[in-house]
Nanobody, 124 residues
Framework: QVQLVESGGGLVQAGGSLRLSCAAS????????MGWFRQAPGKGREFVAT????????DYADSVKGRFTISRDNAKNTVYLQMNSLKPEDTAVYYC?????????????????WGQGTQVTVSS
């Protein structure tokens, strides 16, 4: 069984920064890709960022490219999302997810396990 627990969300003013963390437990964490997704009120879940199993390859949604950075520390079983220059439209519940394979993916269907989410609110 794999468990993912997100933390680091909160309320921040536009232009500010937050760092989300996702702590994973379970035997297969270090051999799979990880991703971050978000869901704003009244909208569907959307892809934010993904990283391959070793941390050498990443991909981002166009809306966050240049502002967000995904990284991972396999020794700590943790994946991070550094969010800079936050905008009100970044307000959402952010979810971390563990993929089925080592390959990064922007498709939610490629992810097997999901965390409970952490709220990020950006005020204007």
């Amino acid at each position: 069984q794999v468990q993912l627990v997100e933390s680091g969300g909160g309320l921040v003013q536009a232009g500010g920064s937050l760092r989300l963390s996702c702590a994973a437990s379970g035997r297969i964490y270090s051999t799979t890709a990880m991703g971050w997704f978000r869901q704003a009120p009244g909208k569907g879940r959307e892809f934010v960022a993904t990283i391959n199993w070793i941390g050498s390859d990443t991909d981002y949604a166009d809306s966050v490219k240049g502002r967000f950075t995904i990284s991972r520390d396999n020794a700590k079983n943790t994946v991070y999302l550094q969010m800079n220059s936050l905008k009100p439209e970044d307000t959402a519940v952010y979810y971390c997810a563990q993929a089925r394979t080592v390959l990064k993916s922007s498709r939610s269907g490629e992810y097997l396990y999901w965390g409970q989410g952490t709220q990020v609110t950006v005020s204007s």
